[in-house]
């Protein structure tokens, strides 16, 4: 299936005054060890009973608001009934305002490009603390609380599931690299990553990559791949799933899934996500990514 939308090219300057934008959106603040962090949510209107939660990590650079609204996964949790909330990270250096280039709000994957004095910032504790009052404000089912990420905050997602795979039903990832893991999880987390074969910052066959906040090296997808399967229990090759002009799918045993965005770089690929920076490469939104990760996380729970 394939959603065709016209995409203009947006420069550095449009995007980041985008970006800028205030989302129209309900925030709330909340203290975490120590630090005070900002985050959005929508959920569809009535009551539900016991609603799914999707936690929505923006990309280095952005903001919760920003990201829940223009990603499409606002709009995605009115239509489907389910809540999502997308809290903003800390900047790189948290003492200090943020800016896109210089100090971005980030999330906290070890060392590397962000790390600043993100050191002593525990996103994860937060991340925990969010869960626990979200799930008691929208009286949702601790059973279906999903995450979702682009970029540093897909890799942040499956950092999240390394360390608590007893939290989440099902995490989604799109343009992050995998967190290294140093063997088989506890619980398998099912796993649906999206990568662009035209991204820029994240290469398919590895190596050095420029991005607006420097340099970084990365390993080939198929072996960041191979990695996260094992983890998750499963030894053998993957086996595609369909393919055509837009999109191929692949599928590492039953709890491991990759589609790959064909022509697409690095930004998020919703028609109304601003472009964060030239350096990301093309944009392809023909591919309903979101539409994807929800069929992908609405029959998974924590109970079998």
Same mark, same amino acid.
């Given at each position: #299936?394939? @959603? ?19 989302? *129209?959106?309900?925030?709330?603040? #909340? ?10 949510? &929508? ?18 650079? !952005? ?7 223009? =990603?499409?996964? /606002?709009? $995605? ?7 999502? &909330? ?5 900047? $790189? ?27 002593? @910032? ?29 970029? *540093? ?7 999240? /599931? ?11 990832? &799109? ?8 063997? $088989? ?21 590895? !190596? ?6 420097? +340099?970084?090296? +990365?390993?080939?997808?198929?072996? #960041? ?23 191929? =799918?692949?599928?590492?045993?039953? *709890?491991?899934? &990759? ?16 472009? #964060? ?5 093309? @944009? $392809? ?20």
């Amino acid at each position: #299936m394939a @959603v065709n939308f016209r995409w203009r090219w947006l420069g550095l300057g449009l995007g980041l005054l985008a970006l800028a934008r205030a989302a *129209n959106l309900p925030s709330e603040t #909340m203290e975490s060890e120590g630090r005070r962090w900002t985050y959005y949510s &929508v959920s569809p209107s009535g009551q539900l009973l016991s609603p799914a939660i999707v936690l929505v990590f923006h990309g280095a650079g !952005g903001s919760g608001g920003g990201f829940l609204d223009r =990603s499409g996964w /606002a709009d $995605k949790a009115r239509s489907e009934g389910f809540v999502a &909330v997308a809290p903003s990270g800390l900047c $790189k250096n948290p003492d200090q305002s943020p800016d896109f280039l210089t100090n971005p709000r980030v999330w906290n994957i070890g060392p590397g490009l962000f790390q600043g004095e993100r050191h002593s @910032v525990n996103d994860q504790r937060f991340v925990l603390d969010l869960t626990v009052r979200v799930i008691d404000a929208f009286h949702a089912d601790p059973q279906r609380v999903y995450l979702v990420g682009h970029s *540093n905050g897909a890799t942040f997602c499956y950092r999240l /599931a390394t360390s608590f795979p007893d939290r989440w039903a099902a995490v989604a990832g &799109v343009a992050g690299p995998l967190y290294p893991t140093l063997g $088989k999880l506890r619980r398998p987390v099912p796993t649906y990553c999206f990568f662009g074969t035209d991204d820029p910052l994240l290469p398919m066959g590895g !190596g050095r990559a420029e991005t607006p906040w420097g +340099s970084r090296d +990365s390993r080939p997808l198929s072996e #960041m791949l191979q990695g996260w399967g094992q983890a998750l229990g499963y030894q053998g090759a993957f086996e595609t799933i369909s393919e055509d002009e837009f999109q191929r =799918s692949e599928r590492y045993g039953p *709890n491991l899934q &990759v589609t790959y965005l064909k022509g697409h770089g690095h930004n998020y690929p919703s028609a109304t996500q601003p472009l #964060m920076d030239p350096r990301f490469g093309p @944009v $392809k939104a023909e591919v309903p990514v979101n539409d994807l990760i929800w069929d992908f996380f609405k029959n998974r729970s924590l109970t079998p």
